[in-house]
């Protein structure tokens, strides 16, 4: 059965269903939206690799509302990229929309128009007017773009946790270099500050400071349930 437009774009949001909509975009983190966009981009490429464009009694509707929900969650996800401020987001986005413009022959075969934004848009006429196969040729499991653009948002994701998890060896290595011949300070029972309270040693907070980015990057800052 046939999902509309916006009841595959929930599907995709799982996790963070208030990114499915515009008024639930507001107000949200922007890495906390990248990382649902990032899933939920995802989930939509799978969708398309995963259609039967073999089976001629397929709903035509179906595979028209899934590319739809693409394009919807492709610009999400450049729209949140570009609120990061994060100059390797940038690099990665680059490509990415560089990917699109290579297709943009291919792309408008099927009514999408590649803008000088990056973002997508939609001729729905001609998408409705679009045969399978010229989707296929797109967006099957096999194919180029959609094969691509995973791709692209495996290697984003990689280098967002590569990032996160090099924090804590960054802080370490600036300790040690303004303050050279100093020693950590020893943990212990009898540590403290001087006024009772017990000290955080270095590397945990380190570490915990990880984790908050971790689960920020994974979504999990924002704890929606659908």
Do not use: C, W
């Amino acid at each position: 059965m046939s999902l509309s437009v916006s009841g595959y774009i929930r599907q995709f949001y799982k996790g963070n269903i208030f990114g499915a909509t515009s008024d639930g975009r507001n107000g949200q983190p922007s890495n906390s939206l990248f990382s649902a966009d990032m899933k939920a981009l995802r989930q939509a490429v799978r969708g398309l690799g995963d259609y039967n464009y073999k089976d001629e009694e397929s709903d035509g509707e179906e595979l028209v509302n899934k590319v739809k929900a693409f394009v919807n969650t492709y610009n999400n996800f450049v729209d949140s990229a570009g609120k990061m401020d994060d100059e390797n987001v940038d690099r990665y986005m680059k490509n990415l929309k560089k990917l699109a413009k290579g297709k943009a022959d291919e792309l408008s075969d099927i009514g999408i128009a590649v803008q000088s934004s990056g973002k997508l848009k939609i001729d729905e006429k001609a998408l409705a007017a679009t045969g399978r196969y010229e989707v296929s040729k797109l967006f099957s499991s096999d194919a180029e773009f959609g094969v691509q653009v995973e791709k692209h948002l495996k290697n984003t994701y990689n280098m967002m946790v590569r990032n996160s998890l090099d924090i804590p060896k960054q802080r370490q290595k600036s300790v040690s270099q303004t303050q050279p011949g100093t020693k950590p300070p020893e943990t212990g029972e009898g540590d403290g500050n001087g006024n009772g309270e017990q000290t955080v040693p270095p590397a945990q907070e380190d570490l915990k400071l990880a984790q908050q980015l971790m689960q920020a990057l994974a979504g999990s800052s924002i704890n929606y349930t659908v």
